[in-house]
């Protein structure tokens, strides 16, 4: 292992945490090994922490950071998780595994400072726009809906998280007016999260189904598969289940859609950033005319939209290394450049 810059950082989601080994190189981080575990066979992050430390024989290794990504409001204390019970005291972690510093930053942060590192192929645009220097918007779609502005200002950037996912779903078709009104007696409080994610997904398609046989085949893999992902795998099929297809119709012009309102707030004349676990999936879905005519359809605002670059994040683990950058940047007290 090498020397005394290896340092730990993590992408702490709702469904999984992905840890990896990184070392300094050029004041950039390097990755030297990672690994993925299923929160649900764990109790907490510390855990998680724990099997990976005692499994890389780092348990006992003075380490100089660990820079955590989280999916939840990042705040100063106990920071507990939007979509999983449990909570992260960045003080205990410090104490119990030998941790010089213990940085903490939400999940869609640090998307925002895993874009600098992004190579051409990592990306693809859905709209080449007119390039500009200014705020950009980013936008994931996993097992919560994460968003976040950064700002430009005087040649800095400076990410600002939100918790824009959870602002009130807004339906704009009769079938998303009753899909509000089943969501709403289900839920109480219907948020963009509940329908443009991985959760959402899952809720789109029982409402759909709901007069409708679902398929024995898709009983089946649901019993054994995650849902969601089952459906936007039918959905994709040239010949795939009906009421999956419907699904992935809807769940992409509402991303498209709210993706569209966090530029138009931020005024992302840089770009919006499409990224999550479930975009890249379905990217054939996403690369037809349905996302784009969503995204500009803001009546006199559309110009603007049109000119806006939007490009999804094709880089599965570009929290881990945001979390990476982050960290190191932290060291050596640097700010974000894109």
Request: charged share 25%; glycine share 10%.
């Amino acid at each position: 292992m090498p020397g005394s810059e290896v340092f730990i950082a993590a992408d702490v989601g709702g469904t999984k945490t992905e840890l990896g080994i990184f070392t300094i190189k050029s004041d950039m981080p390097h990755l030297v090994k990672k690994e993925r575990f299923l929160n649900s066979q764990f109790r907490s992050l510390k855990e998680v922490v724990e099997r990976f430390l005692s499994g890389e024989n780092l348990k006992k290794k003075y380490l100089p950071f660990l820079s955590l990504g989280i999916a939840a409001p990042v705040d100063e204390g106990t920071i507990r998780l939007t979509n999983l019970n449990w909570t992260i005291d960045t003080e205990e972690l410090k104490r119990e595994f030998n941790v010089g510093n213990v940085y903490a930053i939400n999940d869609i942060v640090a998307c925002a400072w895993g874009i600098p590192l992004l190579k051409s192929e990592e990306l693809f645009t859905l709209n080449e726009g007119v390039r500009k220097k200014g705020n950009i918007a980013i936008i994931c779609a996993g097992t919560g809906l994460g968003e976040a502005i950064v700002v430009y200002s005087r040649g800095r950037y400076i990410p600002v998280p939100s918790e824009g996912g959870h602002a009130d779903f807004a339906p704009q078709t009769p079938v998303e007016v009753g899909l509000l009104f089943y969501l709403k007696e289900k839920y109480g409080h219907v948020s963009y999260e509940r329908v443009a994610s991985g959760q959402g997904i899952k809720n789109i398609y029982d409402f759909i189904s709901l007069e409708r046989l679902i398929p024995a085949r898709i009983k089946e893999r649901f019993e054994k598969e995650d849902p969601p992902s089952v459906i936007t795998e039918e959905a994709l099929k040239e010949y795939g289940d009906l009421a999956c297809r419907e699904t992935l119709d809807i769940f992409v012009s509402v991303l498209a859609r709210e993706a569209g309102n966090l530029a138009l707030k931020g005024l992302a004349k840089g770009g919006v950033y499409v990224g999550g676990g479930i975009p890249a999936r379905i990217l054939s879905a996403l690369k037809n005319d349905k996302f784009m005519h969503s995204f500009v359809s803001k009546g006199r605002f559309r110009d603007f939209l049109k000119e806006v670059p939007v490009h999804v994040i094709l880089k599965p683990d570009v929290v881990l290394f945001g979390a990476a950058h982050y960290g190191v940047s932290r060291q050596l007290n640097r700010e974000l450049k894109i």
